[in-house]
């Protein structure tokens, strides 16, 4: 735009400059014409006055009246001086006196014995004057000086009219010209006018057309090249910016934490799944080392950096929690931007910490199971040695034998509960009546109440229906119960409580032996005992609470534990109200 301006604004100053330059060279040459003109026209008129002066008594009263006469009637200013360029006579004022010999005019005259002139101001008539001084000979002497001066603006007014149309005369002609010059500077900036505002909208606003609308012949390629151009770059962003969404969607979408650092260390990008693995946010242009808090991890990215190759490796570290990283970094070259080390990285800590846990419920398995097969096959053998004979002892092994078998039967049941997941009988929904349904599960285990003399009591409304799976459900509550009464101590007692709203809270809460924090902790994992050998005295297989945890889970529920030693249990339920 500032470059628009200039083309017609340079030239613009140029004409005026031009035209005052014109105006005022040829008004000087106009008023030195003039000038000398009236130079010779009062030179004339002295030459006519000189003859009707008498020269030998200058300062006559007959010369003063001539003088006089002739000054009036050619509105001049006669001044009569003696060949010294004293004043003899002034019509403008017969008194004046004084001498005039360092006038220009009369100097000039005095000097060069010929005619001279100049212009200047009065002070006496208060104007500008136009004077011309002559020499009056007699003879080879100069008898006098006769100075005939005319004010300038007498004969200046006259020439109005003329230096009007001369001055109107360059207007119309340094118009003419700058009109031209526009007219040029126009048809050659009106491509750029044309194509510059259509290639800023495509710079600014890609994504969409931009096009010449100008039909012009003399252009008509230019334009239709912009066109084309303009096209191409909007199928090219087009493309640029479904590409550059599906990169941020899945880069932002990965599971896995990705990142990418320039060679001094900073962060370029990162992706949320990475900030989640740190425990941070917001680290662009940070530093890995002020944000990574593991060395080894540090280390990994340093070797890369400075051997530019790359590395894959699984590391456990600590971080901000304790995590097994797969860590995969490569050294990028880039010429544009400059060389970067990208790397991936995958938590590896849950695949771990399932394969710990089939490892040890492998081997808790191998265990539980081997303690009654072996039970089952060292009685057997005793049996078959002869010891079958003995009806007292014989009825002794039968009866541990058929309780090892029953023990191995819960093992492998509650394995088999284990196993199922929540897409097992998903449709087998029904509405149970709480209260009815708590009073049913509690009256399987009155001969093992009876037996420890443990009082179970039921607090929550009557006739309050809940819809749920009871393939998972009724096992959530068997094993509560099973555990708070395995654990109570006798004479003891147990309270369920319920509560439906838009969430079903059950609580069971026993008055035994209760667990410390760290068991706590590890309650719900498989096999897992706070007693062991009260467990397997009684029969438990260590799966009870594994499974309250998982169908909790699987129903969409939750399951926490509040206790203390010596003082008992409370173990919360809490599912949505589907």
């Known amino acids: 735009m ?18 005052f ?21 009062l030179t004339n008129n002295g030459e006519l006055l000189i003859h009707r002066l008498d020269l030998t008594r200058l300062d006559s009263e007959q010369n003063q009246t001539a003088i006089q006469d ?53 002070t ?34 006259k020439t109005q009219n003329f230096q009007r149309t001369i001055f ?35 710079l600014k606003e890609p994504e969409k057309s931009n096009y010449v609308m100008q039909n012009s012949s003399q252009w008509r390629e230019l334009y239709f090249t912009v066109n084309q151009i303009s096209e191409q770059l909007n199928e090219t962003y087009a493309a640029y910016t479904s590409t550059e969404e599906q990169f941020s969607t899945l880069f932002h979408e990965l599971t896995i934490g990705v990142f990418i650092i320039d060679t001094e260390g900073r962060f370029m990008m990162i992706n949320p799944a990475m900030e989640e693995l740190l425990q941070i946010g917001g680290v662009s242009q940070h530093y890995y080392w002020q944000v990574i808090q ?55 800590t849950h695949v771990r910490r399932l394969e710990k846990i089939q490892r040890d419920f492998v081997g808790n398995v191998s265990h539980e199971l081997k303690t009654p097969v072996t039970s089952l096959l060292g009685f057997t053998e005793t049996l078959l040695d002869g010891a079958k004979y003995d009806p007292d002892l014989t009825e002794e092994f039968l009866t ?16 088999i509960e284990l196993s199922k997941d929540g897409d097992d009988l998903a449709e087998d929904r029904q509405a149970l009546e709480l209260n009815y349904f708590f009073q049913q599960q509690i009256g399987l285990y009155q001969h093992l109440l009876k037996n420890k003399q443990i009082r179970v009591t039921i607090d929550g409304a009557k006739n309050c229906f809940y819809q749920t799976r009871l393939t998972f459900f009724q096992p959530i509550i068997k094993n509560l119960l099973e555990n708070a009464i395995q654990y109570s101590s006798k004479n003891s007692q147990i309270e369920l409580s319920y509560h439906l709203s838009d969430q079903l809270i059950i609580t069971v809460t026993d008055y035994g032996i209760g667990m410390s924090k760290d068991d706590q902790k590890r309650i719900f994992e498989r096999f897992y005992r706070v007693d062991k050998a009260r467990a397997r005295h009684s029969g438990g297989t260590g799966l009870g609470l594994a499974i309250v945890k998982e169908y909790s ?7 926490k534990v509040e206790s203390h030693p010596k003082l008992g249990s409370t173990f919360t339920v809490i599912l949505p109200n589907n």
């Open 2 to 19: 500032k470059r628009k301006y200039l083309d017609y604004l340079v030239p613009f100053l140029l004409i005026c400059l031009l035209f």
């Open 21 to 41: 330059g014109s105006w005022k060279l040829a008004n000087h040459f106009f008023t030195k014409e003039l000038l000398e003109l009236q130079e010779e026209f």
């Open 70 to 122: 002739f000054a009036h009637e050619a509105h001049d200013r006669i001044t009569l001086l003696d060949p010294k360029g004293r004043i003899i006579f002034d019509s403008a004022e017969p008194d004046l006196s004084g001498n005039r010999e360092n006038r220009p005019e009369v100097k000039f005259v005095l000097n060069k014995n010929d005619i001279g002139s100049s212009v200047r101001y009065s």
């Open 124 to 157: 006496t008539l208060q104007a500008e004057l136009l004077y011309t001084a002559q020499p009056m000979r007699s003879g080879d002497e100069i008898a006098g000086i006769l100075r005939v001066a005319k004010k300038t603006s007498d004969f200046q007014s």
């Open 168 to 202: 109107t005369i360059l207007l119309l002609f340094y118009a003419f010209i700058y009109s031209i010059i526009c007219y040029l500077t126009y048809q050659r900036n009106r491509p750029i006018e044309t194509v510059l505002p259509v290639l800023q909208r495509m």
């Open 294 to 348: 593991d060395n080894k991890f540090i280390q990994l990215i340093q070797q890369v950096l400075v051997d530019k190759n790359q590395i894959h490796q699984e590391i456990a570290t600590k971080l901000p929690n304790p995590r097994n990283l797969d860590i995969r970094l490569r050294y990028i070259e880039n010429e544009l931007k400059g060389d970067q080390v990208m790397g991936t990285v995958y938590d590896l």
């Open 400 to 415: 541990i034998m058929e309780n090892d078998a029953k023990r191995l039967q819960r093992l492998i049941q509650d394995i």
């Open 553 to 559: 889970e699987i129903l969409g529920g939750t399951v």
